[in-house]
């Protein structure tokens, strides 16, 4: 910063040397009043000056980091070194006050908070799951659904006079929880002593296919808090209940129906899977199902589902990078699901808006685990990742399920 008193100090000389000649008594001579414009002049210049440096060193102080914002900036970076240097060389490499920062109550590393940001941030790229429902952030272990029936409403009261049917509403009670998911990932020895930048890297990228590949699972066919898992949707009890029941003929249900190769095209039970869907649900929703179940679908051609010749009755998608789609809504897969040639029953289609219907909870905070010995002969150290996650249905009218018919 600059500062202005010196500027100051000449403006007042300035201003006590022209009051000085103004006080004289006799009058004033040419001279005189050519220096006093000259004095004027200058001391408007000096005030332009001052104000100016003010100014400037008003907004450097406005950005300028605070004594407490510098402190918690080198807090975070001797986190982040205490971190890595744990990634590397484990416990017995750190000193007392290094385990202080990064050691969580049980032993576990704590992840950086820059570091965990870009693991989340990884999530999406491999679950379809998290593109889909909505995502919400909490430091608690529960979250309530505060599910409700729908609110009725009406057209004229205050123009027609007529009454609106009321409604009640019934809240729901029930919770979503952040259940303990544990993701094992392997890293070699080698890599561990690269910079702290490839390092971060390649931790984000391990952790974040660790733990992607766990939820994904649980989202679709988890069994819930009872068994410490997220809710998936293709099990909820709820929608499987809702599925027609009636073998060999792909009966409706309130939630769904079965899928025939005998009695009944298959794509047909698709068609009639999606506008099973009530109409409000159908703008955002997309197919969920197994990538054999996929094959079988674009298989298909135009004389039946026995023809061997004719057109195929789906054509992919001719834009890069874009899912494909069935009558406009987009296929994505998740090969935990079950298919057509399953022995046992299961939930083979999920046609929905995970955006209304699914809610994902994250609770933040994310651990690790160091194994020294476990995979030393194989020249890698295991690394457990310990993630708090939950997921449940808030809407299951927002899902239409198919199971093959066993």
């Known amino acids: 910063m600059i500062n202005p008193n010196p500027l100051k100090e000449k403006r007042a ?61 080198d807090r975070k970076a001797e986190k982040r070194a205490a971190f890595f240097k744990a990634m590397r060389e484990g416990r017995s490499g750190l000193s007392k006050e290094e385990r202080a920062l990064v050691e969580d109550t049980t032993g576990l590393y704590m992840v950086p908070e820059d570091l965990e940001a870009e693991i989340y941030r990884g999530l999406p790229q491999i679950n379809v799951i998290r593109q889909l429902a909505t995502i919400r952030n909490t430091s608690r272990d529960k979250v309530s659904k505060r599910s409700m029936t729908e609110v009725s409403v009406g057209w004229g009261k205050l123009e027609l006079g007529t009454a609106i049917t009321e409604s009640t509403i019934v809240p729901s009670k029930e919770y979503i929880y952040a259940e303990d998911l544990a993701g094992l990932t392997k890293v070699g020895k080698d890599e561990l002593n690269d910079t702290d930048a490839n390092l971060s890297a390649l931790i984000a990228n391990s952790f974040s296919v660790a733990i992607a590949n766990a939820e994904a699972k649980a989202f679709v066919i988890g069994s819930g808090h009872n068994s410490s898992e997220p809710e998936g949707v293709a099990v909820n009890t709820t929608l499987l209940t809702g599925i027609g029941s009636s073998a060999g003929a792909a009966a409706v249900g309130t939630y769904g129906r079965n899928w025939t190769t005998d009695d009944t095209p298959i794509f047909e039970d698709l068609l009639k899977l999606e506008y099973d869907l009530p109409a409000q649900y159908r703008n955002g929703a997309s ?76 609770r933040a905070g994310i651990s690790i685990q160091r194994l020294d010995e476990l995979y030393a002969e194989a020249g890698l150290v295991g690394f457990i990742v310990h993630f708090r996650v939950g997921g449940g249905v808030i809407r299951e009218d927002a899902f239409r399920l198919m199971s093959n018919d066993t």
């Open 287 to 362: 197919w969920l199902m197994n990538s054999k179940c996929e094959a079988q679908l674009r298989a298909l051609r135009g004389g039946g589902y026995t023809a061997t010749d004719g057109p195929f009755l789906w054509q992919p998608s001719l834009l890069v990078g874009q899912p494909n789609n069935i009558d406009g809504y987009p296929i994505y897969n998740q090969n935990d699901m079950g298919y057509p040639a399953d022995t046992l029953a299961k939930t083979n289609v999920i046609f929905g808006n995970w955006k209304l219907g699914y809610m994902i909870v994250d």
């Open 13 to 73: 000389k300035l201003i006590a040397d022209a009051q000085a000649i103004l006080d004289r008594t006799e009058p004033l001579t040419p001279e005189d009043r050519t220096n006093l414009d000259k004095m004027h002049a200058d001391a408007l210049a000096y005030g332009g000056d001052i104000e100016r440096i003010e100014r400037q060193n008003e907004m450097e102080m406005k950005h300028a980091p605070t004594h407490q914002a510098v402190i918690q900036e």
